[in-house]
Every structure is written in C-alpha cells, then in structure tokens.
C-alpha cells in the first residue's frame, strides 16, 4: 500500500517523497538570493539616483544665481569664481587634451598587449602576463601622480625637450600616466572581445594561406571590432573622470591653452582643490563645483551612450 502511494505521488508531483523537504529548502534558499540581489540592486538605483538629485539640485542654485549667464558658461574661456566669471572651456580643454593624450598611449599598446594574449602567448604564458598587467589597476591613482610629478617630468620630458620647455606641472606629464593606468582596461577588454571570435575563423583564414599576424589583423581584429570600441570609449569615460593624477600632476589653476607642456587645470582637479578649500556652503564658488560636476555627468553619460550604440552597431553574431 505504502509503495503504491509513493508511486501515486511521484506520477503527480514528479517528486520521490523523501525528496520534498530537499527540494523545499532549495527553492527557499533561491527565495533568499534572488531577495538579497533585488535588495543590492534596489540599493544602487536608489544611490544613483540620490546623487543625481543632489547634483542637479545644487547646479540648479548656481545656473539660477543672477551673478550667472549661461552664454558666458558655455562661450567664454576665463574661469575665476572670485571675480564672477564663469567660462567653462578652460577646465574642458584640460581634460579633453589630457584624456586624448592617456588614449594615444594606452589604445596601441593595450590593443597590441590583447592581440598577443589572445593570438601569441601560450596559454602558460597568458597565466602568467595577464595578472601581472593588471596589476597596473590596482595601483592607487594617488601613487601614479606622485610617479607623474616625481619620475615622468623631471628624468624623461623635462630631459627630452629642455627644462625651459616643460614645466613641471604640465597636461603631458598626466595624460602619459593616465594612459598607463587605463591600459589594463583596454586591454583586458580587447582581449575578451578578440578571444570571444570563432576559432572557425581563424581555421578558415589559416586554410586560405593566412599568415597568424594577417589572420590577427585582417580577420580577428576587425570581427572583434565593437567590443574594441566599446574598451576605447570605456577607458575615455575612465580618462575624463580622473582626479588624483591630474591634480597632482597637471597644476592647478584654470588656463586656456592647447599647449601640453604648460599646465592647466581639468574639471575633476578644480572639484578636488576647491572642495577642500575654505569655501562657505551655498555660495556662488560652492554651486560653482556642482555645474562643473554637471558637465562632467553629461559627457560621461554621452560617452556611455557611444559605446552602448557602437556594441548594438557594429555587433557580430556567430552560430
């Protein structure tokens, strides 16, 4: 009677009866993690979405002051909250060059860093040298600035092109750190992207004649191509919103200039110096920062949006 009952049960729940308690708990555990995500995701979107209020309600009281014209933030080139000029283009211009710089030195070599991971190295040897570059990451940025004011302008540009030329706080200095900072970003990227292609690709190419260097550059680099971009404007968004380094290293005190051994202030400097200076709160020089971080929002989150449309653009489907 007992056997047939189990039976009977098993044909309705699927289910052994000394398997019920088991299967029980499992689904009161999965109960228990999929709340604690729901909690840590609820947790960020109410954190982000706190800051952006708070940035837009602070902006709000500089962009409403009658001291500001919106025409003078967005078309003059001189930034002094002390006078009451506010030209925004001089702290743009910093971190638009300093951030071109760190790209210039970071896409080549962490592009070539990824397709020799990816196509060259034994996978001992990827063992190996991709820990250790992205030990590069975990550098504290505070540490890279000192590298860049101590090591980088004194011993290499200041040597290379005069001590007359280069002063020693310069956009050069900080864009050519930045760069080594975020090469591990575009590296590791790159080399997801290119090692996520078919190696049915790579055969094919091989069968064709293909040397590995033309099978690299010509058939896996261009069909990795989106998840490159998606690194390159990944690690610019990382570039624009550095602080330590180019407060450290690029100067401080906003100048308009394109030259980049001369120094200049970026936007995530002139927030770190004047946020930890003797400023009252809700003043015009207080708000001041707030704009600035405005800015800063909008091209991270223009940045964002390039990358997400180059992914879905240019994307390569494999079956």
């Not at 952006?52 to 967005?74: N, Q, T």
């Not at 404007?233 to 919103?241: T, W």
């Not at 002139?270 to 020089?285: K, T, V």
Request: net charge neutral; hydrophobic share 50%; with cysteine.
């Amino acid at each position: 009677m007992e056997q047939e009952a189990s039976v009977k049960i098993e044909r309705v729940t699927g289910v052994v009866p000394g398997e019920i308690d088991l299967r029980g708990r499992r689904r009161l555990s999965e109960s228990v993690i999929q709340a604690i995500t729901y909690l840590c995701g609820g947790i960020s979107i109410f954190t982000t979405t706190a800051i952006v209020i708070v940035l837009f309600r602070e902006a709000w009281l500089f962009f409403g002051s009658p001291e500001v014209d919106i025409g003078e933030f967005f078309g003059t080139t001189t930034w002094q909250p002390e006078t009451g000029r506010f030209g925004i283009w001089p702290l743009m211009t910093a971190t638009m060059i300093t951030s071109l710089i760190a790209l210039l030195v970071a896409v080549p070599l962490g592009l070539g860093a990824a397709v020799y991971l990816s196509e060259y190295a034994t996978p001992r040897s990827r063992g190996y040298l991709k820990p250790i570059l992205e030990i590069l990451a975990g550098v504290p940025t505070v540490v890279y600035g000192y590298f860049a004011l101590t090591f980088v302008t004194p011993f290499i540009l200041q040597n290379l092109f005069g001590k007359e030329n280069v002063e020693i706080y310069n956009m050069l200095s900080a864009g050519l750190t930045m760069g080594i900072m975020i090469l591990p970003l575009v590296a590791s990227m790159s080399e997801d992207a290119l090692s996520a292609v078919p190696r049915s690709l790579r055969e094919g190419s091989y069968g064709l004649g293909a040397t590995r260097l033309e099978t690299a550059a010509r058939v896996v680099v261009p069909a990795a191509l989106s998840g490159i971009f998606a690194a390159v404007i990944v690690a610019m968004s990382r570039a624009v919103g550095e602080t330590m380094i180019v407060a450290l290293a690029s100067g401080a005190g906003p100048k308009f200039t394109f030259n980049p051994f001369q120094a200049a202030e970026t936007m995530t400097g002139h927030i770190a110096r004047i946020s930890g200076g003797d400023i009252s709160y809700a003043s015009i020089q207080y708000t001041s920062i707030f704009s600035i971080a405005l800015v800063l929002f909008f091209v991270t989150l223009l940045l964002n949006l390039i990358s997400g449309w180059v992914v879905r653009r240019f994307r390569e489907v494999y079956e």
